[in-house]
């Protein structure tokens, strides 16, 4: 297993590239099986989730092709409507084929999500969501298996609380079902925004992408499509803390300020210099004192959950008491005890963590749990007096394309040890 040796104590500077949104490419790919023409996708990022999707579709019967950061998928037919456990496990966002699957095939097997380590991760509201738009549901053996054999019906779905990857999943059911949908309580996030631009080029019509409700009148059927996905706004986040935490300079461009806003807000808070030099660029400059400022994650355009490990780590060196409340998932302060281990004085009581700051922290052997908690712990080791040694970083390969060559550009003493 791949570890990071990370010596702290540089501050950052330079320019720092955003990729494309790992969380806008998932579910663009699988919005590639509701048509039998050729997809194509700009900027996915060379992560592991994508690949692992990228499996996932080509057992599914997609042909893909990968080029770079562009993805040519083809669909002629569905060959075998499934998520098998042995990938699911891996990620949770394999649920995404549910809804193309019913809508393009009137089947899907899908294994149910174990949980995983931020804490359970049901997918009852996608399941739900397809009920109400005619498909029946099995559950059995660990699998929910769907079936829609005279195709979907337009309904109404009224979600009980906001969920991501269940709007994206139920509007790429709804593209294809007779009449009209309406999602209510829909989660407004960018990448949400970003899979109705591409279901829309490719035919589908859909209303009200970015708010609480999408209406989508469903069509006989969908074309091919050319799409380039948004940018990766929590890697860019991440980035603009790494700047921060450092007392660095630095810029990271290729990004949507627009999609960042909580996060600059609450950085300027702080007490960290953040400046907009044009529309795809956003410029920190640490180095002043670092004020505590507390934080609640909420959905877009709140305080983005999966920037919240990244915060905390940010706040261990903030003067003052932050106590930062993560609303969102019932277990996601896994890395409060490894930074903890680092010398951060933190105290986690249920739903909220209290950092009292400023704590000096040293380099010690820590292990990545999580996506974002991996990145919280290479936040903190940069600044770190001495040398860190972060086990398991598979973790952060899923979501971050090669962290530790983008960082070492600006500056960091970081390197990859097989
Ligand atoms: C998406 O996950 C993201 N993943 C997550 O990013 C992100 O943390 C999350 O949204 C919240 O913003 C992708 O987009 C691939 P949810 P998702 O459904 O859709 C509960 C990362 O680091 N819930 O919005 O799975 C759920 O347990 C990842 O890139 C149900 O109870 O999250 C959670 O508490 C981590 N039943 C809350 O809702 C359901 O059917 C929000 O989950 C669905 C969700």
């Known amino acids: ?41 700009h900027r996915i990022p060379r992560v592991r989730d994508i690949r692992t999707i990228e499996r996932l579709l080509v057992d599914i019967g997609s042909r893909t092709e990968v080029d770079g950061e562009t993805v040519r998928l083809h669909t002629p037919e569905i060959v075998c409507p499934e998520a098998p456990y042995e990938l699911v496990k891996t990620m949770r966002a394999s649920s995404l084929v549910l ?74 059911a709804a593209v294809l079902a007779k009449g009209e949908t309406v999602l209510r309580n829909a989660a407004r996030e960018p990448e949400v925004v970003d899979l109705a631009a591409l279901l829309t080029k490719m035919g589908a019509r859909i209303e009200g992408a970015g708010s609480s409700t999408i209406r989508i009148e469903g069509v006989e059927r969908l074309g091919g499509a050319e799409h380039t996905v948004i940018p990766d706004r929590i890697e860019a986040g ?21 999609h960042l806003g909580a996060l600059v807000s609450k950085l300027q808070q702080a007490g960290v210099e953040v ?42 060196q903030a003067e003052g008491i932050a106590i930062i409340i993560e609303t969102i998932f019932d277990n996601r302060f896994m890395h409060a005890q490894e930074l903890a281990r680092m010398g951060a004085n933190i105290r986690v009581e249920g739903r909220q963590a209290i950092v009292a700051g400023p704590h000096v922290l040293t380099g010690a052997g820590v292990i990545a749990s999580d996506l974002r908690a991996s990145a919280s712990l290479v936040l903190g080791a940069l600044v770190a007096k001495g040398e860190t040694v972060i086990d398991r970083v598979y973790h952060i390969d899923r979501g971050y394309e090669k962290i530790e060559t983008k960082l070492a550009r600006v500056g960091a003493h970081i390197r990859r040890v097989e």
């Open 1 to 41: 297993m791949d570890k990071f040796v990370i010596a702290g104590g540089a501050a950052l500077h330079g320019e720092i590239p955003t990729n494309g949104s790992k969380n806008a490419a998932l579910p663009a790919l699988a919005a590639a099986l509701l048509t039998a023409e050729p997809v194509v996708l």
């Open 99 to 172: 809804g193309p699957l019913v809508a393009r095939c009137g089947r899907a097997r899908v294994s149910l999500p174990g949980g995983c380590a931020i804490g359970a991760r049901p997918i009852n509201l996608h399941i739900f969501g397809l009920e109400q738009l005619g498909a029946r549901i099995n559950q059995a053996h660990g699998y929910i298996e769907a079936e829609a054999p005279q195709g979907l019906r337009g309904a109404v779905v009224q979600f009980d609380r906001i969920t991501v990857t269940g709007t994206e999943d139920l509007m790429m």
């Open 238 to 258: 991440t980035f603009l803390i790494a700047g921060a935490i450092t007392a660095g300079d630095v810029t990271v461009t290729d990004c949507l300020p627009e």
């Open 275 to 316: 400046t907009q030099p044009d529309a795809a660029t956003l410029r920190v400059r640490g180095g002043g004192r670092l004020r505590s400022v507390d934080m609640t994650t909420e959905e877009y355009p709140g305080f983005a959950t999966d920037l919240q490990a990244q915060y905390m780590a940010l706040m261990t």
